[in-house]
């Protein structure tokens, strides 16, 4: 893996493998969600919002949020001045 991230409410888990697929688990059972084929080019990163509602999913020029509630991408990309090392969410 070259990512993992578990949700505050430890009922998700999302990985990055390195041939850069994204998947997203039950962290209770360990079954397999949602294996997002959609998003594999570039991804790098993941990180989960501290309420648990978004999935952050960070790519080399910039971060994709997946809305928890609607179960889809939100439709707006976050663009990067530079290629990130780490995403994560501000406690605030």
Do not use: C, M
Request: no cysteine.
């Amino acid at each position: 893996l070259t990512s993992f991230a578990i949700a505050p409410s430890l009922d998700y888990a999302a990985s990055i493998d390195k041939a850069q697929k994204l998947r997203l688990w039950d962290a209770q059972s360990g079954a397999l969600l949602q294996d997002f084929q959609d998003s594999a080019a570039g991804v790098r990163h993941v990180a989960f919002s501290n309420d648990g509602r978004w999935l952050a999913v960070g790519f080399a020029d910039h971060v994709r949020l997946w809305d928890f509630e609607a179960q889809a991408w939100d439709l707006s990309d976050i663009p990067l001045a530079a290629r990130p090392k780490a995403l994560a969410f501000s406690p605030g």
